[in-house]
Antibody
Framework: EVQLVQSGGTLVPPGGSLSVSCSGSGFTFSRTALHWVRQAPGKGLEYVSGSYTSGGSTFYADSVKGRFSISRDNSKNTVYLQMRSLRPEDTAVYYC????????????????WGQGTLVTVSS | QSFLTQPPSVSGAPGQRVTISCTGNSSNIGAGYAVHWYQQPPGTAPKLLIYSNINRPSGVPDRFSGSRSGTSASLAISGLQAEDEADYYCQSYDSSLSALYVFGSGTKVTVL
């Protein structure tokens, strides 16, 4: 069974930094693209970042570019989202999601989703 | 932030058929890119419901169906059941975004 298990939630002050992790099992992690999608309280889904092993490409939403960084440790089957210069508007549940392809196409979808990690940015 | 536009809410009685629209533009759905749908019951993570416009993953009832035409896509739920009450989101590729992927604004389905 394909599973994505994420680290626990936390409270961070504005301007602070945080890394959230996602461990995968049931699939060949080193040849799988993984992404982060977030959902602010009571709001919709927003694509945040993605990592493709084919070519080592990474992608970021404009709202997090320059502040967030996606990385992966294939030896630990884990992908990370390093967040810095956090703002109150970054408060959200962050979901780790798996891509069925390891290359960018015009038909990539996300399945399955991790359980989510609540990140609260507040003083 | 770029969105695909969905109606905020739709409702129906048990057994009825409801449809949810997802409207984009020439840089996403209108360019012929595939549309995918996700279901998010209250307090849970989203789940893939329809992929590549019309395909259902294993385990998804055939009461759910998808279609795409022009700059829009639709999700239909026939024989509405209480367990279908959830938020629904469409998603597509967008050639104008550095992040590549865009979600719809979300639709709350209420079973009366």
């Amino acid at each position: 069974e394909v599973q994505l298990v994420q680290s626990g939630g936390t409270l961070v002050p504005p301007g602070g930094s945080l890394s959230v992790s996602c461990s995968g099992s049931g699939f060949t992690f080193s040849r799988t693209a993984l992404h982060w999608v977030r959902q602010a309280p009571g709001k919709g889904l927003e694509y945040v970042s993605g990592s493709y092993t084919s070519g080592g490409s990474t992608f970021y939403a404009d709202s997090v570019k320059g502040r967030f960084s996606i990385s992966r440790d294939n030896s630990k089957n884990t992908v990370y989202l390093q967040m810095r210069s956090l703002r109150p508007e970054d408060t959200a549940v962050y979901y780790c999601v798996k891509d069925p392809f390891d290359t960018v196409t015009t038909y990539n979808w996300f399945d399955p989703w991790g359980q989510g990690t609540l990140v609260t940015v507040s003083s | 932030q770029s969105f695909l536009t969905q109606p905020p809410s739709v409702s129906g009685a048990p057994g009825q058929r409801v449809t949810i629209s997802c409207t984009g533009n020439s840089s996403n759905i209108g360019a012929g890119y595939a549309v995918h749908w996700y279901q998010q019951p209250p307090g849970t993570a989203p789940k893939l419901l329809i992929y590549s416009n019309i395909n259902r993953p294993s385990g998804v009832p055939d009461r759910f169906s998808g279609s795409r035409s022009g700059t829009s896509a639709s999700l239909a739920i026939s024989g509405l059941q209480a367990e279908d009450e959830a938020d629904y989101y469409c998603q597509s590729y967008d050639s104008s975004l550095s992040a590549l992927y865009v979600f719809g604004s979300g639709t709350k389905v209420t079973v009366l």
